[in-house]
């Protein structure tokens, strides 16, 4: 097909022909829009951005593009639209239900990003393509300068074990929690690491509520918490501010909207 908008000078140099005008100055508008949506995106040097996706889905850009649980296509709340992913080094999946799985698959499939799951997680026809790395329980692994940590999570997956993350960037310590009930053992990784930032679910019913929540945040000890995993159905409607209250004698709540990012780097964290 190429050869209907390319051709050749009589020195073999391409030349574009007419007919391809149009279409290679559309491409390169493409392009264009893409590039000035990644500098929009893209933080300042040695800072991390986490965007918000929506449900429990997260944008990390640092020195490493990551996703975590990205239910792009079908979330209305989403504001992010799958198209204008256009890197991604890692994706992680907390566990394999349908909402928190979303787009992983084809993002990793289009970008050529590295999924990480539990073991089981790609079997079967939907990882073909993927680049996997299977995890379990109590692991780590070094992808390339990303330092991700495997933790517990109580909760049930459609088929598979469900998991939480820690996840080292760039000198920052980001912990996802996954759909997780309160347990104990959340005190450990408050002893383990030092977390800058906590997702945490508030929406009750399938997992922590605003109450527990925040004791979840008084055994991590995390710097800051952002809360997910609520208002997306009406089985788990919070109200943020609540958990906010709750929560502010031990760490600062950030309240995100999807789209709205907060910005970490070594000392503060700001909301742009």
């Not at 050749?8 to 005008?21: D, F, L, Q, S």
């Not at 990480?116 to 070094?142: H, P, S, Y």
């Not at 074990?161 to 996954?178: F, I, K, N, S, T």
């Not at 958990?243 to 503060?268: C, D, I, M, W, Y």
Request: proline fraction near 5%; aromatic fraction near 8%.
């Amino acid at each position: 097909m190429f050869q209907n908008y390319i051709g050749y000078t009589y020195r073999g140099e391409h030349r574009i022909k007419a007919r391809g005008e149009q279409p290679f100055a559309d491409s390169v508008a493409r392009r264009k829009s893409y590039e000035a949506r990644w500098k929009e995106t893209a933080p300042a040097e040695g800072c991390v951005k986490v965007k918000f996706l929506g449900h429990a889905g997260f944008q990390v850009v640092g020195s490493r593009v990551l996703f975590f649980d990205p239910f792009i296509t079908g979330n209305r709340w989403c504001t992010t639209d799958l198209g204008a992913v256009r890197g991604a080094d890692v994706v992680l999946v907390t566990h394999d239900h349908p909402h928190h799985v979303g787009d992983s698959f084809e993002i990793c499939r289009r970008t050529g990003g590295t999924l990480v799951g539990i073991t089981g997680l790609a079997e079967g026809e939907k990882g073909r393509g993927v680049r996997f790395q299977a995890m379990n329980l109590g692991g780590k692994i070094d992808l390339d300068g990303v330092v991700i940590h495997m933790v517990q999570s109580v909760h049930v997956g459609k088929t598979l074990p469900a998991a939480g993350y820690v996840v080292e960037l760039d000198g920052c310590v980001l912990y996802h929690a996954g759909d997780t009930a309160l347990f104990e053992g959340l005190g450990q990784i408050g002893t383990d690491f030092e977390v800058d930032v906590a997702c945490l679910p508030i929406g009750d019913r399938f997992g922590m509520g605003p109450r527990e929540a925040a004791r979840a945040v008084e055994l991590i000890k995390p710097r800051f918490v952002v809360p997910m995993h609520y208002g997306t159905r009406p089985e788990i409607e919070q109200d943020p501010d609540e958990f906010r209250q709750l929560v502010a004698e031990h760490s600062e709540v950030r309240v995100l909207h999807p789209g709205e990012s907060l910005v970490l780097n070594a000392r503060k964290v700001h909301r742009p």
